[in-house]
């Protein structure tokens, strides 16, 4: 089975601090994602690698970045963290299929960050 | 740009009825995948089902059956004698390539099914 572990499903944190959520997984994968969770909004995508050091924009990457220097980790990193980033954050990753980009997300069990 | 919607915010039904979940989806894509994630009071998202826009066939899997229509953008989930146990949120997301080997989900909101004794 995939597993998809994140560091931590709960965290408090102040404003202003800096925030290291981190995600791991065991399956070689290539290609890793991050989202924030919101009621109502659904999953949003932050940032996703698809490769070791490589990373990209997602749909809502203000006030965040990431760090991807091995393969089976992923770090999305709250410079100064807001108010308005208390929200579940889930990590996934995927494999392309027969090297086309078929892939199965599989998602880690999330955390969730109060920023107070 | 590409949309999931999924209507149904909330449903409440008592164990043993059937119930469908409703998704609806916008793409310009002519090749494209459909997702259903389920997500108990746990949080993690459980991947259900991955279905590409060349197949409309039906699926069935034990209690779960999946009805793809292209005709009407529609990737519906339909739980036959709901438990207890299938109380959660439920996703319906649509894939979009961002590079050859990767791919973004554009999810819906969820429903939350609430299955009562």
């Known amino acids: 089975d995939v597993k998809v572990t994140q560091s931590s499903r709960y965290l408090v944190k102040r404003t202003g601090e800096k925030v290291f959520l981190e995600c791991v997984q065991d399956?070689?994968?290539?290609?890793m994602f991050w989202y924030r969770q919101d009621p109502g909004l659904g999953l949003r995508l932050i940032y996703f690698?698809?490769?070791?050091?490589?990373?990209e924009k997602g749909d809502i990457p203000e006030g965040y970045s990431v760090s991807r220097e091995k393969k089976e980790r992923f770090s999305l990193i709250l410079e100064s963290a807001s108010t308005n980033q208390t929200s579940m954050y889930l990590c996934?990753?995927?494999?392309?299929?027969?090297?086309?980009?078929?892939?199965?997300?599989?998602f880690g069990p999330g955390t969730r960050l109060t920023v107070l | 740009a590409q949309k999931v919607t999924q209507a149904q915010t909330e449903i409440s039904v008592v164990e043993k009825e059937d119930v469908t979940l409703d998704c609806v989806y916008e793409?310009?894509?002519?090749?494209?995948?459909l997702f259903w994630y389920k997500q108990p009071p746990s949080g993690e998202l459980v991947f259900l089902i991955r279905?590409?826009?060349?197949?409309?066939q039906n699926e069935i899997s034990g209690r779960y059956s999946w009805n793809f229509q292209k005709s009407t953008s529609s990737f519906n989930f339909t739980i036959t004698a709901s438990q207890v146990v299938d109380s959660a949120v439920y996703f319906c997301?649509?894939?979009?390539?961002?590079?050859?080997?990767?791919?973004?989900?554009?999810f819906g909101t969820g429903t939350r099914l609430q299955v009562t004794l």
């Open positions: 996934a990753s995927s494999s392309p299929s027969q090297g086309m980009s078929t892939d199965t997300q599989y």
């Open positions: 399956m070689d994968h290539e290609n």
């Open positions: 690698s698809y490769d070791v050091k490589m990373k």
């Open positions: 793409t310009r894509d002519t090749t494209y995948y």
């Open positions: 279905r590409n826009s060349f197949d409309e």
């Open positions: 997301a649509l894939s979009e390539a961002i590079t050859g080997t990767a791919s973004k989900l554009t």
